[in-house]
Every structure is written in C-alpha cells, then in structure tokens.
T-cell receptor, first 113, second 114 residues
Framework: DAGVTQSPTHLIKTRGQQVTLRCSPKSGHDTVSWYQQALGQGPQFIFQYYEEEERQRGNFPDRFSGHQFPNYSSELNVNALLLGDSALYLC????????????FGEGSRLTVL | SQQGEEDPQALSIQEGENATMNCSYKTSINNLQWYRQNSGRGLVHLILIRSNEREKHSGRLRVTLDTSKKSSSLLITASRAADTASYFCATTNAGGTSYGKLTFGQGTILTVHP
C-alpha cells in the first residue's frame, strides 16, 4: 500500500518564476493538506482540500493556490516566487477527519535563487 | 504562526537513557499529537492524546497532557541511536472543523549517542 507520494523531490527556481508541486494521498484518503517548513522551523499550514474544494487556509498570500482532482490527488502552485519561499513543502493526507491524524509525504524541497 | 514552544530545543543523551521533551501551547485544543522527523524528511505520527485524557502510552512512548497548564510532555524510555530525530508537537484547535489543520511547535532535536 503506497503512502503519500510527492513530486518532485527537489527543485530549483529563480525569483519571479512559478512552481507546481504534486501530491498523491494514501489509498483511501480523501483529504489533503499542504504545509511549508522553513529550515529549522516547524511546519506551517498552508491549506486543506476536501471534495475538490479548499476547506481551510492558513496565513499565506494568494500567490499560494491549490487544486484537488477527482482522484483526490492535489497540486500546490506558487506564483511570483520569492527567496523566502525556499522551504520543504509537505503534503499530508487523512481519512479520519475526527482525529486529525495526518500521514505525511517525504516533501518537495524548493530552493529559490 | 507557531502554536507554542518546545523545550529543550536540543537534547543529547546516551543510548539507554530516557528522553523527555516538553511542549506548551496557547489556545484550547481538541487533541495534541507528537510527530517525528528524520533529517528534513517527512513527518511520522507517533501518538495522539485527546483533551480529556491525561496520559497515554505506546510502546516506549509516554505522553502526558495538562490542559490547565496548556502543556504536554513526551517521554521516550530506553532510547536508541535510531531515535535520533526532530520531534514536534502539534495541536488541533478546539471548536470548528479544524480537521487536518495542525499547529506545530518549533521542535526538539534529539541526538542519541551509541
């Protein structure tokens, strides 16, 4: 049973560019959340998708957008990249919305030059 | 923004010793969870304790929760070199549909020397 998979694992972009990160949730999971983890910090919640809609959003600008597809996979898009967007982007899926326990992927490490 | 603080920021111990990490948070919670992260990779869920529970065990892990002090502790007994990792507490806020929206602490870096 595959866990949460993310792609790409590493990527380098320059300021002003746009990036798309992808996530496939664990089998049987219908909810996907995205987190940003800067170096030496704890993860910060970006947003959550359920039934192809953004259900909750953290304190991130509109440059951060997402999408969930009918097969529950998800994309995170970041426009007009800034140096400060350099981070590990983590996708997490869940099936038990009552407990909040999340299953995380290995992350996509984005470096903005 | 981070929910709270974890203490200590870094902990270095010998194999076989116990490791205790503390977490404080600011708002009322539904539950508190602990996650482990190896070297900047994905997080792995360790244990969840609900707001109406005071203590929970799972293998070598023991978690306590004091909602009056808004704090939790994670005890790892008989530590092993393989326990070397960063440990994060994360809370789900009380009220509303905050499913999947976890607020993480800054983490404790645990190093276990063989």
């Amino acid at each position: 049973d595959a866990g949460v998979t993310q792609s790409p694992t590493h990527l380098i972009k320059t300021r002003g560019q746009q990036v798309t990160l992808r996530c496939s949730p664990k089998s049987g999971h219908d909810t996907v959340s995205w987190y940003q983890q800067a170096l030496g910090q704890g993860p910060q919640f970006i947003f959550q998708y359920y039934e192809e809609e953004e259900r909750q959003r953290g304190n991130f600008p509109d440059r951060f957008s997402g999408h969930q597809f009918p097969n529950y996979s998800s994309e995170l898009n970041v426009n007009a990249l800034l140096l400060g967007d350099s981070a590990l982007y983590l996708c997490a899926s869940s099936y038990d919305r009552a407990t909040g326990e999340l299953f995380f992927g290995e992350g996509s490490r984005l470096t903005v030059l | 923004s981070q929910q709270g603080e974890e203490d200590p920021q870094a902990l270095s111990i010998q194999e076989g010793e116990n490791a205790t990490m503390n977490c404080s948070y600011k708002t009322s919670i539904n539950n508190l969870q602990w996650y482990r992260q190896n070297s900047g990779r994905g997080l792995v869920h360790l244990i969840l304790i609900r707001s109406n529970e005071r203590e929970k065990h799972s293998g070598r892990l023991r978690v306590t929760l004091d909602t009056s002090k808004k704090s939790s502790s994670l005890l790892i007994t008989a530590s092993r070199a393989a326990d070397t990792a960063s440990y994060f507490c994360a809370t789900t806020n009380a009220g509303g549909t905050s499913y999947g929206k976890l607020t993480f602490g800054q983490g404790t870096i645990l190093t276990v020397h063989p």
